[in-house]
């Protein structure tokens, strides 16, 4: 037990407010809470010093008393934080203030944590609301003992250190504690660098400063290499060349395909992946890792389709899987895999070695969670849920899809005892969307993580621009959720992109033969754009003034151009003969080159704000080849 003495000047004035001005400010909102209508604990003066030092100790293990003594003749205050490992549930804490004390107890060093995260947060209440901060307890547990973001660095952005630094400042205080950064090719492997050599990758030093930085915040950074299926980034090169299931087209459920997926019946492959883990797995502390092994679609359609019609598809894919989990085991590691591909076979999911954990992913907001889960839980598996953030192939997000997904997952996820929350951020064809209009599934994900409440959507907005915009005038979160919601506008069935993304990216291909583009209409896509100017003119009203304000403000005006270029492009095909982009009039292509050459300029710009290099030209060259259509 440890004993500090401060000093500093206390005035009990106190101000009153409602419990629900002050739940609003709870991020993960608690399992259980009493507040007196009656008592005022501290006031909004005491609150601000309080905080400073509650901020002071924030990362720090600290177990003990601290006396606070005010100027001679004020009452003192004892902030006091100990553990107790068997009253309290796994990761739990119990907060009590009253006047004179406030104490914390958790359930181990991660628990005290989270309940300094929920002082810190009752605390800003107290002082922008300058209101007293009421006598209250809490008792607060998880619902999901792993709570966490995978993130896309592949596909084509990788982060700089300082936007992952600030990210997982921002999913500590949100209480998440794993944080996985999904890999095809971009770390530095020593014998691969025509691999990863225009990427800019991430380095074992810098995995290991992340690793070092994520555990200071009681977060896991668990590896992730995916290690079967999209392994197009090392397999286009002519040196793997011998290790792809099809080195030339295939005809697989995605139509021709090749080069993308290891051959799994060739000991090379798994050689591969076992020098990859022996390198890449040292640099973190973690007991997990995530092999990937999802959308494995040349499968059995090249050189493994011998052995499939000998055994089966689903044999073949498990009998590498369980190749791939010992690797992992000799590493000293636990694999988690994706859990798409085998329940294609649900009778093989009893085979699959215990000490494996299934990360189930699906980002619909009709996903059967309900159905899929209860067939690994009968198994006897560890398992995940896995939503996402649905902004990929959207430039702003596709907010009701995946709060609605998030929702699902958590609900489902709990009923069926689910191991983790996993809230995915993609990258696909590009990676227009910015992190700005991530942030808010990123935040409402890790609130149904700890615990689904329905009112948190509620709350988001106001979470939005207090903790991550820090706008008081409220409108950059008002813009941003608008601006993830403007897709609806446009009316036309959900699917894994939106009319903006999909315009850009399918400018050659035939409007009516898709199941979202055939239901488009000029009045829709103007509704849709009406939505995203408006959006932008709140957006130009807000003043945000956190860590990242000018880059999000650049950022997501970036983003916002290239959904209303989407729009423009799509309303002028639906004018055109057979809704063709070479059908458009010359001087509409022309106008809209025009409007395209300066946004794929900016894009460069405001992609740099965030990320490395790397990646930056493959993304680029995607809006160019659209440019170059216009032009011939």
């Not at 905080?51 to 601290?66: A, M, P, Y």
């Not at 699917?495 to 009516?512: D, I, P, V």
Request: include cysteine; glycine fraction near 6%.
């Amino acid at each position: 037990m440890k004993s500090i003495l401060l000093s500093f000047f206390i005035c009990f004035t106190f101000f009153y407010g409602s419990s629900q001005d002050l739940e609003k400010y709870l991020i993960n909102p608690p399992q259980e809470i009493t507040i007196s209508d009656t008592c005022a604990a501290y006031s909004d003066s005491n609150s601000h010093y309080i905080s400073k030092i509650v901020t002071l100790l924030e990362h720090q293990d600290f177990t003990g008393n601290l006396k606070l003594f005010p100027k001679v003749g004020a009452p003192k205050l004892d902030l006091d934080f100990t553990i107790d490992s068997l009253n309290i549930k796994p990761q739990g804490y119990t907060l009590k203030i009253k006047p004179g004390v406030i104490s914390i107890t958790g359930q181990n060093t991660a628990g005290l944590y989270y309940g300094k995260q929920t002082l810190l947060q009752l605390l800003s209440y107290s002082t922008t609301e300058k209101k007293a901060l009421p006598c209250l307890e809490i008792n607060d547990w998880p619902n999901f003992v792993r709570r966490g973001v995978m993130l896309d660095v592949s596909r084509d952005k990788v982060p700089t250190m300082e936007t992952l630094y600030q990210l997982i400042d921002k999913l500590a205080f949100w209480k998440q504690n794993e944080l996985q950064l999904y890999i095809e090719h971009t770390f530095a492997y020593k014998d691969h660098k025509e691999v990863w050599k225009d990427a800019s990758p991430l380095t074992a030093e810098e995995i290991q400063l992340l690793d070092a930085y994520c555990k200071e915040r009681h977060i896991d950074l668990v590896p992730n290499q995916n290690s079967f299926g999209h392994m197009e980034n090392w397999l286009k090169h002519d040196e793997y060349l011998d290790l792809a299931e099809c080195p030339t087209d295939c005809k697989t459920i995605w139509g021709n395909r090749n080069r993308t997926s290891l051959n799994p019946t060739d000991p090379a492959s798994l050689e591969l992946m076992k020098s990859l883990y022996e390198e890449l797995l040292p640099n973190f502390s973690s007991e997990y890792f995530n092999i990937g092994g999802d959308e494995t679609v040349e499968l059995c359609e090249g050189r493994s389709k011998e052995e499939c019609e000998k055994i089966g598809k689903g044999q073949v894919y498990l009998n590498y899987l369980k190749k791939l989990n010992t690797e992992v085991n000799k590493q000293g590691f636990k694999a988690q895999f994706w859990g798409d591909i085998i329940l294609n076979h649900p009778e093989l999911i009893k085979d699959i070695p215990k000490n494996m954990t299934a990360v189930v992913w699906g980002y619909d907001d009709v996903y059967p969670f309900d159905k899929n889960l209860p067939k690994f839980k009968e198994a006897g598996l560890d398992f995940y849920v896995c939503p996402g953030t649905s902004t990929w192939r959207s430039e702003i997000g596709r907010n009701t899809n995946a709060f609605i997904n998030l929702k699902n997952a958590a609900v489902e996820g709990y009923k069926n005892e689910a191991k983790g929350f996993l809230n995915t951020n993609w990258g696909d064809f590009g990676h227009f969307q910015p992190l700005s209009v991530t942030y808010a599934p990123l935040l409402l994900g890790a609130s149904y993580s700890w615990n689904y409440k329905e009112e948190a959507t509620k709350n988001l907005e106001f979470q939005l621009n207090h903790y991550v915009f820090k706008d008081q005038t409220g409108n950059t979160g008002k813009a941003i959720l608008m601006l993830g919601d403007a897709y609806l506008k446009a009316d036309i069935p959900n699917g894994n992109a939106n009319a903006f993304h999909l315009m850009l990216r399918r400018f050659k291909w035939t409007m009516k033969g898709h199941f979202q583009t055939k239901h488009l209409t000029v009045k829709g896509l103007q509704a849709a754009e009406k939505e995203v100017n408006n959006a932008l003119a709140i957006l130009a009203k807000g003043k945000p003034s956190s860590k990242d304000a000018e880059i999000v403000l650049k950022e997501t005006k970036q983003a916002a151009a290239l959904a209303l270029h989407g729009a423009h492009l799509g309303e002028a095909r639906l004018k055109a003969k057979d809704y063709a982009t070479k059908n458009i009039p010359t001087i509409e292509k022309d106008s809209l080159a025009a409007e395209l050459a300066p946004i794929i300029e900016n894009q460069e710009t405001t992609w740099l704000l965030r990320n490395r290099e790397g990646g930056l030209k493959d993304s680029k060259n995607k809006l160019k080849e659209l440019l170059e259509y216009y032009k011939e």
